[in-house]
């Protein structure tokens, strides 16, 4: 070989190492972090007529209508989206029918449990596999003074009715009939206790958040659990918690659906989930390749300015924590109150239509009278 030749050979040798070790270099260095889309309603707040009856005082009414947690949909043998709605008021919820950017609020009440006059599931979570609807209570504490609530610790199934959307009820098809194949567990709690991720956050006056309640100053916050989302996908079930959330990590439980309420193996495991600083789940819903999660501010007062996002995340459990895919942040500055509305905060979403580009979704509002549902349309 030539001497020039095995030289340049040498000399381009050695620009290519260089090349590598400096490429090496720049990619250990801090990366610049991806932008999040800031998403506005496109339609919203939908109108709901007359809104939803309850047989209560009028002032408890107001405060009920108020209080939409969750919702369940699902389309009925006329492709009518039909949806169920859980408040953190009472033991019933309702029905609603959604079209033409309209929320049609059915007076007809489903009963989720039989309970003492007065009495609350705290019902914070609802979803459907299209064979039945579950429906979870809070699993936590009272936010204002720790007192334990064993009423908020039941999870709820019962029988969906593919021609008409809604619970199939008992041969009477009467209105106030009993639900059919209705089952009501408490097997929550204890298999939450025996997770080692949540066992430290599961007990009675586990205060919630990371500061003393208003109505008991004395004592601490203790980050216990506070269950707000609910899915439901491959016979499982998905629990998603606004507490505890330690710095910018949250939990979900999947446990095994039907195990759940017939005394089987749970299969239960826990995933830590990166939804940033301060935000916990305040809901969840299945799509095609995975769930869908709001995040928004966890349970200290201190972090209720930290506003909602929309992630994506596979639904693997993982013994270490995932990063989920954060698709957009919402924003809700536009968004005016109306009459009977006293605050914006988003804690239900509902999947309007999904294609491989975006998702539309539906978000309904604690604080907002029949949830205020807000359209969005988010990129994928």
């Keep these: 070989m030539h001497k020039t030749d095995s030289f340049f050979r040498r000399t381009l040798l050695a620009i290519c190492i260089s090349l590598s070790a400096i490429t090496c270099a720049l990619a250990q260095l801090p990366q610049p972090a991806v932008a999040i889309p800031v998403v506005k309603a496109t339609s919203g707040p939908w109108d709901s007529g007359g809104g939803f009856a309850f047989d209560l005082g009028k002032k408890k009414i107001l405060k009920t209508r108020q209080s939409v947690s969750g919702i369940a949909c699902n389309l009925n043998a006329q492709q009518q989206r039909v949806c169920l709605l859980a408040f953190d008021e009472g033991v019933e919820a309702r029905y609603v029918t959604l079209n033409d950017q309209r929320l049609a609020a059915d007076p007809e009440p489903v009963l989720l449990r039989a309970a003492a006059a007065g009495s609350e599931l705290d019902a914070e979570g609802m979803a459907t596999d299209g064979r039945y609807f579950y429906v979870t209570g809070s699993h936590s504490a009272k936010r204002s003074d720790c007192a334990s609530n064993p009423e908020s610790r039941h999870v709820i199934r019962f029988r969906l009715d593919p021609a008409t959307g809604r619970a199939l009820r008992s041969p009477t098809n009467n209105p106030a009939g009993a639900l059919v194949d209705y089952a009501d567990t408490g097997r929550l709690w204890d298999i939450m206790q025996a997770q080692p991720a949540l066992a430290s956050h599961v007990g009675e006056r586990k205060c919630l958040g990371s500061e003393p309640p208003s109505k008991a100053p004395s004592l601490a916050g ?61 809901d969840m819903v299945a799509v ?5 999660l709001l995040a928004g501010p966890d349970d200290s007062a201190a972090n209720k300015g930290v506003g909602w996002t929309l992630a994506w995340w596979d639904g693997k459990a993982s013994r270490q924590t995932v ?48 949830g205020g549902p807000l359209a969005f349309t988010i990129a994928r």
Excluded: W
Aim: proline share 4%; with cysteine.
């Design 222 to 282: 203790q980050q216990g659990v506070n269950i707000e989302g609910l899915a439901v996908q491959g016979g499982k079930l998905y629990f998603g918690f606004r507490g505890p959330v330690v710095g910018d990590v949250a939990k979900v439980l999947e446990v095994n659906a039907d195990a759940l309420f017939t005394g089987g193996d749970a299969q239960a495991a826990v995933t830590s989930i990166a939804l940033g600083a301060h935000r916990g789940i305040r």
């Design 288 to 292: 095609t390749n995975g769930l869908l």
């Design 323 to 370: 990063t989920p895919k954060v698709l957009a942040a919402l924003d809700l500055r536009g968004v005016k109150l109306r009459g009977c509305d006293e605050e914006l905060k988003p804690e239900a979403i509902t999947v309007l239509e999904e294609t491989p580009q975006a998702y539309k979704l539906l978000v309904l509002s604690d604080g907002m009278c029949d």
